[in-house]
């Protein structure tokens, strides 16, 4: 490989997060708890035909069986972040793929550092990089963010914006509509008319996932 930008290694740092939320719904007065320990890692791998970037995907598909995945590049540069529960299931699948690819990289944590390394290996192997979502309060990338919300405006198209494990643990509140209204006030982006916001979903009951509808027809302003 010219000049020889990956080789089969890894980087390794302290890994894990201990994230929790205590929000309490209104309604019910029933308080839910979410805490997350969660470790990441990304994988990059060399892959040097089409039929092998297929074949990684592959395998990362398999993996989102059982943990949360996101791909980070492809092209030459194939890379995928990974985060689960099992810490040791991060090691079995550099295992897996240091057995089957010659050049493959291995980063943990996922940070914004491992983001980095990973964007400039696209940039020297001509690999495309795919977005990686950013903070809407600190901008800081966060390859999982714990927290999403949906704005649907009237007659826009709707709006989801991420937020990162400090920000929205900083911005929790007692209930969810006090919540998400913290959330949408501290983001970097104007939105207009979100104030009169309603709850209209929430994916699921452990899900830090809205989504909200606004009255508001300038949502993007
Ligand atoms: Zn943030």
Known sequence: MVDNPMRSCSLSKQS??????????SASGAAFRQQL??????????ASSASQRKEIDEFFAEIGAVA????LSTGRLVSYAVQTVFAELLDEIAGALYATYEHVLYVHPADEVAVDVISDICRATHSKMLPVPQCGICGKRVLFPP??????????????????P????????????????????A?????????????????????MAFTIACTSRNLME
Do not use: W
């Open 16 to 25: 894990g997060d201990t994230v929790t939320y205590e929000p309490t719904t």
């Open 37 to 46: 320990v969660e470790a990441h890692a990304i994988y990059a791998v060399e």
């Open 68 to 71: 949360q995945t996101s791909k």
């Open 147 to 164: 927290t999403m919300v949906v704005v649907n405006g009237r007659g826009s198209r709707p709006i989801i914006r991420h937020y990162c």
């Open 166 to 185: 400090s920000c929205t643990a900083d911005k929790c509140r007692p209930k969810i509509k006090d919540f998400v209204r913290a959330l949408l006030d």
């Open 187 to 207: 983001d970097a982006r104007n939105l207009k008319g979100s104030r009169q916001a309603k709850l209209v979903r929430r994916k699921s009951r452990r899900d």
